[in-house]
């Protein structure tokens, strides 16, 4: 147990190479470690950004998340642990009473192997000795705010490494015309609707097929999710070829969980060579949600924040990670999830801002059932000025029965308000529940249609895409009035 985290996760790294550490080091690195263990919690990943967390460890979160909260946090528990608090909302709290909120908007950079299970104290002086305008101790007492300012820049280098340079600023993209028939919608500003499809189990195209031709005429571009809830099915890339080859633009979900930073690049690079430009980046679900057996721990090399800064200066700037020149970038329109009813929402907005700032041009939320606790998070987004930075398609899911109601009542980070689960229970028998989880969609879809910073809906109906259309028909909403890239007015 550590005096300021919740306990680890998982054990303390150790040193990827030993044979360049020295006796004195060894000790050195055993000592910090103890230490740092008592007081952090650490795990020594040789990486440190306590500063930038309110000194509270981020490597003690199960995901080893070092952006901020993952979708199903929530202020009590952990998703993943349960019998542990989240510790990214411990963050957010420490940091609120210390005054620190606006430091966790810088964006971290994912871990440099070469340094976990090392020691950074003397990695931090020896940063401190080198850097140029590096703070004098005097200048604490006599010029305080240089003192500050040049100690803020000494600690950006020692946790901002050359090849990362994270910072706070939002990054606007760097090219003109729309990427896709999603973007080119959604700068009509006109109400855009987006489809879920659920991948099949079976290697049979069939399905996609089937379901892109429910979905086709009425929404921009249909969603393909990426071995949700840790359950592998096809690939989300196969599946969008499959839809992009049937006609249909797909949004193609890319998630951090069991992928590497290479693989992260390599897929969005391959997707984008296949024609495919929408990519939502995630986190992705725990292990802990699949249906076992569970892999290994450390499975998140990346989280969505990271992916999304990776992608953006991909395509903008025209550079790997590792800084290698792009000769032909890949043309990216990237998106996010967000999650308006697990956290406080202000700590969701903090969230929002970052990912937005990373790179985020469109937002997917969790589903909407509690109209005005998602205002909540509306208005905390327009605190931070951000409903001008982002397009945000509110999240959908039309229920078909009473159970699927209850089911979602224990779903980390969606709130349904009794009186609609009371609805649903009220509805009779199956078709009764499905035409009530239609009745109850419609009314949120009337709502929705005129929320100011709203551009848009994303059914989720997953097993029920044929709902859809009808959905659309009777909620008077409008089919996407761009089709293909060469109808975008000059
Ligand atoms: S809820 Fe998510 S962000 Fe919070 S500690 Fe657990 S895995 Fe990490």
Redesign the pocket.
């Known amino acids: 147990m550590s005096l300021f985290s919740p306990p680890r996760y998982q054990a303390p790294f150790k040193p990827m190479h030993r044979d360049d550490i020295t006796p004195f080091m060894k000790v050195f690195t055993a000592g910090e470690g103890m230490i740092k263990g008592v007081l952090f919690g650490c795990r020594m990943c040789g990486n440190c950004i306590l500063q930038e967390t309110a000194f509270i460890c981020p490597m003690t979160?199960?995901?080893g998340?070092r952006n901020g909260?993952?979708g199903?946090?929530t202020p009590e528990r952990?998703?993943?642990d349960p019998s542990r608090p989240?510790?990214?909302?411990k963050i957010y709290e420490r940091a609120e009473k210390l005054g620190r909120t606006e430091k966790l908007l810088e964006i971290n950079a994912p871990l440099d192997g070469e340094r976990v299970g090392r020691e950074t104290w003397l990695d931090a002086v020896d940063t401190w000795k080198e850097t140029e305008e590096s703070p004098k101790f005097v200048e604490f007492f006599t010029n305080r705010s240089k003192f500050d300012h040049d100690w803020e820049h000494v600690f950006y280098n020692v946790r901002q490494p050359e090849w990362w340079q994270g910072d706070s600023e939002y990054h606007a993209p760097t090219y003109s015309e729309p990427i896709s028939i999603l973007e080119a919608n959604l700068r009509t500003g006109e109400f855009v609707c987006t489809g879920e499809i659920a991948p099949p189990l079976s290697a049979s195209g069939a399905i996609i097929l089937k379901k892109v031709g429910f979905l086709a005429d009425y929404v921009a571009a249909a969603n393909f999710t990426d071995n949700a809830s840790a359950s592998a099915r096809m690939g989300s890339l196969a599946s969008s070829k499959i839809c992009l080859d049937a006609g249909m633009e797909p949004v193609m979900q890319l998630q951090a969980r069991d992928r590497s930073r290479v693989v992260i690049e390599s897929d969005a690079m391959g997707a984008a060579g296949l024609g495919i430009h929408n990519i939502l980046c995630l986190s992705g679900d725990?292990h802990r949600f699949g249906p076992g057996p569970v892999t290994k721990p450390d499975q998140f090399d990346m989280d969505a924040v990271q992916m999304l800064w990776m992608l953006r200066r991909m395509r903008d700037e025209g550079r790997y990670i590792d800084g290698r020149a792009i000769k032909h970038t890949p043309a990216l329109f990237l998106g996010a999830a967000a999650s308006p009813f697990g956290a406080y929402p202000k700590y969701e907005a903090i969230r929002a801002e970052k990912k937005i700032n990373a790179g985020a041009q469109f937002i997917q939320t969790q589903p909407v059932f509690d109209y005005d606790r998602f205002l909540v998070w509306l208005e905390e987004l327009d605190k931070r000025n951000l409903l001008d930075k982002v397009y945000i398609l509110a999240g959908m899911i039309p229920m078909k029965s009473a159970r699927a109601a209850h089911f979602m009542v224990d779903v980390p980070g969606v709130s349904i308000p009794k009186e609609i689960v009371a609805r649903m229970d009220a509805a009779g028998d199956k078709d009764g529940q499905a035409e009530e989880g239609v009745a109850i969609a419609l009314e949120m879809i009337e709502k929705l249609k005129s929320t100011p910073g709203i551009n848009g809906i994303h059914f989720m109906a997953v097993h029920w895409e044929e709902i859809i259309p009808r959905l659309i028909d009777e909620g008077g909403l409008q089919k996407p009035s761009i089709r293909s890239l060469e109808s975008v007015p000059a």
Do not use: N, S
């Open positions: 979160c199960p995901k998340l909260l993952c199903g946090a952990c998703e993943v989240c510790t990214w909302h725990h």
